[in-house]
């Protein structure tokens, strides 16, 4: 395994940008999984209000940080052969494929949506991004990809 640092493709002045945009749709599952329990807990029409509000944003998000990362994968041979990385992209696309069944229910019936599709779609996008992050991590810190030594 190499461990020489790999710029990012889809960078600017050396900063990789999608680790720049993955922050916005990670605290938007979470927040979405947060926003079904305080309708699980209280039956409340604003979480549920909320929760579409949130899913649609993690998804619209989600597919924004998904391009330079994809730019990244593609453009670079050592990326796109990382077992990882590859893993990295196919998780990632399931939870976007998640955000997105889960934002479709939630758009004509709110609150009949969140009990129970809502709720496990949230819980397994926020654990399934938990694991993406894990791999990011592994990508940046131990492969360094998205690295620029200048």
């Keep these: 395994m190499s461990h020489e640092p790999t710029p990012s493709r889809a960078a600017i002045k050396g900063h990789p940008i999608h680790p720049m945009l ?3 749709p990670i605290g938007l599952v979470v ?9 699980l807990a209280e ?11 949130l899913v649609g944003g993690a998804f ?5 940080a998904a391009v330079p990362g994809f730019v ?9 052969r990382n077992v990882t990385a590859l893993r990295h992209g196919a998780v990632n696309g399931v939870v976007v494929v998640l955000l997105l069944v889960s934002f479709l229910l939630r ?33 940046s810190y131990r492969h360094m990809f998205g690295v620029d030594p200048s």
């Design 107 to 139: 758009v004509p019936d709110p609150e009949g949506a969140v009990l129970p599709s809502g709720l496990i779609l949230s819980a397994l996008s926020a654990a399934i991004v938990g694991y993406s992050g894990w791999l990011g991590g592994e990508l």
């Design 43 to 53: 039956g409340s029409r604003a979480w549920a209000l909320a929760g579409v509000w």
């Design 60 to 64: 619209f998000s989600g597919l924004i």
């Design 31 to 39: 927040a979405a999984l947060a926003a079904d329990i305080g309708y």
């Design 72 to 80: 990244d994968f593609v453009g670079n041979r050592r990326i796109r």
């Design 22 to 24: 993955v922050a916005l």
